[in-house]
T-cell receptor, first 112, second 117 residues
């Protein structure tokens, strides 16, 4: 059975801190790993990672994949209160028509 | 990005009744739609995959007679929770995937909160 685990489950930091969120997976026929941010409602897409070692960056957020060790990290630098959300990672395996298997999620709270 | 809507956003119903939730892709055609449920403080759990014009594929443990899915057009899929019980109370989210089939083109709806009393 495909498995995606995120850590930590929840995290409280002060504004300005840097955080690293982890996502490890055990799946058959890995294709891609995606990161989403969920505030109150719909998850919004952040990154898709397919190849090891290539960092994806968007503003203060960055992410990288290690296909040998089967994990990905999402970094957020200089956190702001607007970064407070649940961060979800999801894995797509080949031959499943882009079916997403989600991890447990990390709830991030950024305080002033 | 593309827009996916869900209706209703929130519904309260009595135990034993059926509830229909609609998922629409507003500005693109979606050959595939996915239905998820999310319990409080938990992640999204895929319930079923629906392809336009064919029967939905349900995940293990999801009762297809209880959660009826219809994907009659390229812009609309419906999930009907039949004979709802309090344990069906949850947040239901759909996602719609564009005709390219790329996972980049998978957009989520805002969700429907179902409360069964």
């Amino acid at each position: 059975e495909d498995k995606v685990v995120q850590s930590p489950l929840s995290l409280v930091v002060h504004e300005g801190d840097t955080v690293t969120l982890n996502c490890s997976y055990e799946v058959t026929n890995f294709r891609s790993l995606l990161w989403y941010k969920q505030e109150k409602k719909a998850p919004t897409f952040l990154f898709m990672l397919t190849s090891s070692g290539i960092e994806k960056k968007s503003g203060r957020l960055s992410s990288i994949l290690d296909k040998k060790e089967l994990f990905s990290i999402l970094n957020i630098t200089a956190t702001q209160t607007g970064d407070s959300a649940i961060y979800l990672c999801a894995v797509v395996v080949t031959g499943t028509a882009s079916k997403l298997t989600f991890g447990t999620g990390t709830r991030l709270q950024v305080t002033l | 990005g593309a827009v996916v809507s869900q209706h209703p956003s929130r519904v309260i119903c009595k135990s034993g009744t059926s509830v229909k939730i609609e998922c629409r892709s507003l500005d693109f055609q979606a050959t595939t739609m996915f239905w998820y449920r999310q319990f409080p403080k938990k992640s999204l759990m895929l319930m079923a995959t629906s392809n336009e014009g064919s029967k939905a594929t349900y995940e293990q443990g999801v009762e297809k007679d209880k959660f009826l899915i219809n994907h009659a057009s390229l812009t609309l899929s419906t999930l009907t929770v039949t004979s709802a019980h309090p344990e069906d109370s949850s947040f239901y989210i759909c996602s719609a995937q564009g005709t390219s089939g790329s996972v980049y083109e998978q957009y989520f709806g805002p969700g429907t909160r179902l409360t069964v009393t």
